[in-house]
């Protein structure tokens, strides 16, 4: 007889809860450099979700490409991230590639693109690829295509 009440308690606390939502992709925050020399560029940004469920769950990334001006320099995966329930989160994105990436794949425009950043102390930032959600055996993908113009501060 407790058996059959702890099983239909399961089944009525399980009932409750939301779980088969995705959490939802806010923003790309605090999209900025952390280093910009000769060598190596160093960016960070967070990606801001949040999960409307009572449960939480996972969030995993493979491969989201890094295009800078345009041209692919980076691929970015993360380890598996644990989502908290009814709440907003962040999830870090560090990206380094070396500055030589920039400029490579147009070499006819190689003068006009290093003048461009020089002078204009700009690039354009993209993020795109997907992000995976999971929770007691649901799953879905979000896709990421955030692009952000971003000041450099040459040091």
């Not at 991230?81 to 380094?96: C, G, H, R």
Request: one cysteine or more; charged letters at 20%; aromatic letters at 10%.
């Amino acid at each position: 007889m407790q058996k059959s009440l702890g099983i239909l308690f399961c089944i009525f606390w399980l009932n409750g809860c939301s779980f088969t939502e995705k959490p939802e992709f806010v923003a790309v925050n605090t999209l900025e450099i952390v280093k910009a020399d000769l060598e190596e560029v160093i960016l960070k940004a967070d990606a801001v979700f949040h999960n409307p469920n009572h449960l939480g769950g996972k969030l995993h990334t493979d491969t989201i490409d890094v295009y800078v001006d345009d041209h692919q320099v980076a691929q970015v995966s993360s380890e598996t991230f644990e989502v908290p329930p009814q709440d907003e989160f962040t999830i870090p994105l560090t990206v380094n590639f070396e500055t030589s990436k920039i400029l490579e794949g147009n070499s006819k425009g190689l003068l006009g693109s290093i003048l461009n950043q020089i002078l204009n102390k700009k690039i354009q930032v993209r993020f795109q690829g997907d992000i995976g959600y999971t929770v007691l055996g649901f799953s879905a993908t979000y896709t990421l295509d955030h692009s952000e113009e971003i000041q450099i501060d040459y040091r």
